[in-house]
């Protein structure tokens, strides 16, 4: 696991002079994030650490993952690409190189949302059946505008999608997205969030013939499905590897409906067709899916 830098507010707001009172907001996987000012407005502000390549007994070696700069430039690329008002935007810096006390860094800004991740929100309560529609229609919006980049997003999951405080939802985070058309990023590993992995994501072998947009609609099943119920369906706590794999391939959960008092049978029926064992189980199309849970949410 790559060190994350420790960075101060002072020190970013000497190293980049367009940057105004910065606040930090967290830190996870490779990056730390804080919220800076530019030109008046508020935006979220990314640093993950650079490589450094050393050169030893005529070997270029990399003390960091030299994957940290290919993932950071196709996030910053799906951002200012996808068109879609649910996924979030590049902002006004895109992806540059810095060195700030010393530590070399790669930085890129983008829009601060204002809100809650459904991972914090799944802490207090689960999800109307109203807003799991929402929910379902507006990250369907993102994952077929990301499909239409021939990309798909490969870690849809609760604290990947943000609740805005005007009641809409917006798609975070492009950095593991799997680009149909290009090289692999992952070198061989799964790489992602596995408890939300679709069951042809386990099949490296095959997974650049058989993966498209429907293994992003697996994981948006499977964090609707969490979201309503309040548990995940096929993830327990404490099961092992070979337990999980083993549910994801074979196990199909109890429907939502059986599970939440008053919940709409035919939106707990689109949840498990989204969980599909087969890409060729669920939606053929994006507009197919969002057209169904339209027709829920117009009966709610």
């Known amino acids: 696991m790559v060190e994350l830098p420790n960075l101060t507010p002072n020190q970013i707001e000497s190293a980049i002079t367009s940057v105004s009172d910065v606040q930090p907001l967290g830190r996870g996987g490779q990056k730390i994030v804080f ?8 935006y979220a502000l990314k640093f993950s650490r650079a490589p450094i390549e050393t050169v030893e007994s005529d070997e270029m070696e990399s003390e960091y993952d030299p994957d940290v700069v290919v993932r950071a430039k196709r996030e910053v ?3 200012r690409q996808c068109k879609s008002p649910h996924m979030v935007k590049l902002g006004p810096i895109g992806l540059e190189f810095i060195e700030i006390s ?3 860094l790669i930085f890129f800004t983008e829009e601060l949302i204002t809100g809650s991740d459904l991972r914090q929100i799944k802490r ?3 999800l109307s059946a109203i807003e799991v529609v929402r929910l379902g229609v507006q990250i369907t919006h993102a994952i077929a505008a990301i499909w239409e980049l021939k990309k798909v997003h490969r870690d849809i999951k609760p604290g990947n999608i943000m609740l805005r405080n005007d ?10 997205a799997f680009d149909k058309a290009g090289d692999s990023l992952s070198g061989g590993f799964l790489v992602g969030t596995r408890i939300y992995f679709s069951p042809e994501q386990f099949d490296y072998g095959n997974r650049r013939t058989i993966m498209d947009f429907r293994s992003d609609m697996f994981a948006l099943g499977v964090t609707m499905y969490e979201m309503a119920t309040g548990d995940h369906p096929f993830y327990t706590r404490g099961d092992g590897s070979e337990n999980f794999f083993t549910k994801v391939m074979k196990f199909h959960p109890t429907p939502p409906h ?3 008092d008053n919940f709409p049978e035919d939106l707990s029926a689109i949840i498990m067709r989204m969980l599909g ?5 669920r939606y053929r199309k994006c507009e197919q899916l969002i057209e169904r849970l339209n027709a829920v949410g117009a009966t709610s």
């Open 258 to 260: 059986e599970l939440v």
């Open 35 to 42: 919220s800076g000012e530019i030109d008046g407005e508020r």
């Open 124 to 126: 207090g309560r689960c």
């Open 77 to 79: 690329e799906t951002m």
């Open 102 to 104: 010393g530590e070399r």
């Open 277 to 281: 064992k087969s890409p060729h189980l």
């Open 167 to 176: 009641g809409n939802f917006v798609l975070l985070d492009a950095g593991l």
